[in-house]
T-cell receptor, first 108, second 114 residues
Framework: AQSVTQPDIHITVSEGASLELRCNYSYGATPYLFWYVQSPGQGLQLLLK??????LVQGIKGFEAEFKRSQSSFNLRKPSVHWSDAAEYFCAVGGMRFGAGTRLTVKP | NAGVTQTPKFQVLKTGQSMTLQCAQD?????MYWYRQDPGMGLRLIYY???????DKGEVPNGYNVSRLNKREFSLRLESAAPSQTSVYFC?????????????FGEGSRLTVL
């Protein structure tokens, strides 16, 4: 059965620091992988997606993610976090199944 | 361009009452979805419609019904609301089916069942 695990419920980073949000999945084949961001009181917006090809994908707002088949992971990264990145982040597998989310707090 | 529009944005019901959440998209997408979002559980798929005239159950369909009225509209009905259905509901649409494409979300409908 498909499943998505985001091990970190809440992460706090300082503004300007680097960020990595973890996502692990269970899927029968190479999945379609997505990261979405949700600002408070809003719907979800796509950050980036991976279907095939280059395992390092670039997204909006300076985010990137790397697909690692051997680790069944699709971790989201950003080199330098801005205060406006504070939000909840969701990993999705197969486009329809979502992880529980990771809430990001940014310290000034 | 409105994208995905949900109504109402807020609703309070008493246990046993019924209601329908409406969703419309103007992007000519084939697939539409209903999710519920609960703290610590992410988004869980209730029902989806891969194309006009078809609907399928998701992870948590019990207590809900859906109607794909036409290509634009996909409604979610609670026939007899229960407190466990207190949640934020999101409608989404996609140009592609079976989870292979980007989902475009509405702003959500917050439902409280007393």
């Amino acid at each position: 059965a498909q499943s998505v695990t985001q091990p970190d419920i809440h992460i706090t980073v300082s503004e300007g620091a680097s960020l990595e949000l973890r996502c692990n999945y269970s899927y029968g084949a190479t999945p379609y992988l997505f990261w979405y961001v949700q600002s408070p009181g809003q719907g979800l917006q796509l950050l980036l997606k991976y279907f095939s090809g280059d395992t390092l994908v670039q997204g909006i707002k300076g985010f990137e993610a790397e697909f690692k088949r051997s680790q069944s992971s699709f971790n989201l990264r950003k080199p330098s976090v801005h205060w406006s990145d504070a939000a909840e982040y969701f990993c999705a597998v197969g486009g329809m199944r979502f992880g529980a989310g990771t809430r990001l707090t940014v310290k000034p | 361009n409105a994208g995905v529009t949900q109504t109402p944005k807020f609703q309070v019901l008493k246990t046993g009452q019924s209601m329908t959440l409406q969703c419309a998209q103007d992007m000519n997408h084939n697939s539409m979805y209903w999710y519920r979002q609960d703290p610590g559980m992410g988004l869980r798929l209730i029902y989806y419609s891969a194309s006009e005239g078809t609907t399928d159950k998701g992870e948590v369909p019990n207590g809900y019904n859906v109607s794909r009225l036409n290509k634009r509209e996909f409604s979610l009905r609670l026939e007899s609301a229960a407190p466990s259905q207190t949640s934020v509901y999101f409608c989404a649409s996609s140009a592609r089916s079976q989870g292979t494409g980007e989902l475009f979300f509405g702003e959500g409908s917050r439902l409280t069942v007393l």
